[in-house]
């Protein structure tokens, strides 16, 4: 049995799968609250019970360096072999979630995935993934001559490029809101979308009706509200915010489209895409992907797809500790 594991900023999913006919099968998995543990060494013992695992392979937003992760949007501490130690595992292994959610594309089924661009695609091109959720995560793989091989990127945490002036102006009072320096993940995440709202609201003055006020104060996920307001079309702050969002995007994986020349297709997955999937649809997204100047026709031939998939991330660390154990 080997444990498999998606940590993100508020949710930990964790997955059970038993060694079958040479690949992984999936017998059990569940969801924890952050928020509601002291660190991942409880949240496994939680999940665990008595299962016994002879392993476990964890995704971490973030960069991973011996073994060790330390990420932006997370408190707890990642460390391999203290959670080895600690679990009283044999193996123990920790790999950026993008680098995981790579290793899980080749397993992904026509039915969890909606294209937004067909283009052609080139078997032995690169291929690229973004993801927006609570942060912006961002891989690609690159063809060795036999299988495509995930690369771990920390291009989220490049800077922001705005476009035109409704960006210029929000990257002007990021800049005040941060004391400076502003990512992209500030903008093109669930941080962002909150960020895109505020400034809407406060330096457009575009109007915030009692009734949406109401709503975000009593939820726990504001954007969720933002997001449902913005698709039934009931308030025009949202749907601005979602527009440029959207946008925001679309153009930053137009970025990572370029500069790993994924003509074998880009990816978007995350936790925010499959609820705005009709939006994405809907142009802007496309515009600013395909908005590249001399090199606009690259990404017009460029195929694009949205991951459906809530269990994607999962899947993808579990293919990730199916190809590491197999050593391909």
């Known amino acids: 049995?080997?444990?498999?594991?998606?940590?993100?900023?508020?949710?930990?999913?964790?997955?059970?799968?038993?060694?079958?006919?040479?690949?992984?099968?999936?017998?059990?998995d569940a969801r924890f609250a952050v928020r509601?543990?002291?660190?991942?060494?409880?949240?496994?013992?939680?999940?665990?019970?008595?299962?016994?695992?002879?392993?476990?392979?964890?995704?971490?937003?973030?960069?991973?360096?011996?073994?060790?992760?330390?990420?932006a949007n997370l408190a707890w501490?990642?460390?391999?072999?203290a959670l080895q130690e600690e679990l009283g595992l044999r193996k123990v292994g920790i790999v950026n979630d993008l680098e995981a959610a790579g290793h899980g594309l080749c397993k992904l089924m026509a039915g969890q995935l909606v294209t937004l661009n067909g283009g052609e695609s080139r078997p032995h091109g690169a291929v690229a993934l973004i993801a927006a959720g609570t942060g912006l995560g961002e891989s690609f793989l690159t063809f060795d001559g036999t299988a495509h091989v995930p690369h771990p990127s920390e291009g989220s945490h490049a800077d922001f490029a705005p476009r035109n002036d409704d960006e210029i102006d929000l990257l002007r009072y990021l800049r005040r809101k941060y004391g400076g320096r502003v990512s992209v993940e500030r903008?093109?995440?669930?941080?962002?979308?909150?960020?895109?709202?505020?400034?809407?609201?406060d330096e457009r003055r575009m109007e915030e009706p009692g009734w949406l006020s109401d709503e975000l104060a009593a939820s726990e996920d504001r954007n969720a509200v933002i997001t449902a307001a913005a698709n039934a079309g009931r308030n025009a702050l949202c749907e601005k915010t979602l527009e440029m969002f959207v946008s925001a995007l679309g153009a930053e994986a137009g970025n990572l489209g370029l500069k790993t020349?994924?003509?074998?297709?880009?990816?978007?997955?995350?936790?925010?895409?499959?609820?705005?999937?009709?939006?994405?649809?809907?142009?802007?997204?496309?515009h600013a992907f395909t908005d590249k100047g001399r090199l606009s026709?690259?990404?017009?031939?460029?195929?694009?797809?949205?991951?459906?998939?809530?269990?994607?991330?999962?899947?993808?660390?579990?293919?990730?500790?199916?190809?590491?154990?197999?050593?391909?």
């Not at 444990?3 to 930990?12: E, F, H, N, P, S």
């Not at 669930?190 to 895109?196: K, M, Q, R, V, Y």
């Open 187 to 201: 903008v093109v995440s669930g941080l962002g979308l909150a960020n895109i709202y505020a400034f809407l609201r």
């Open 36 to 71: 509601e543990y002291d660190g991942l060494t409880q949240v496994v013992r939680r999940f665990l019970g008595g299962a016994t695992v002879s392993g476990a392979w964890f995704g971490v937003p973030g960069p991973v360096s011996e073994g060790r992760a330390r990420m």
């Open 261 to 286: 020349l994924s003509t074998g297709g880009l990816y978007i997955g995350g936790g925010i895409a499959p609820h705005i999937a009709e939006l994405l649809k809907e142009g802007h997204f496309l």
């Open 1 to 28: 049995m080997i444990l498999a594991g998606d940590i993100g900023a508020t949710k930990v999913h964790l997955g059970l799968y038993r060694e079958s006919d040479g690949g992984l099968r999936a017998v059990r």
């Open 77 to 81: 501490p990642v460390d391999g072999r």
């Open 297 to 328: 026709h690259l990404l017009m031939d460029m195929p694009v797809h949205i991951i459906t998939d809530s269990d994607a991330a999962l899947l993808g660390v579990a293919a990730c500790a199916e190809a590491k154990c197999g050593d391909r």
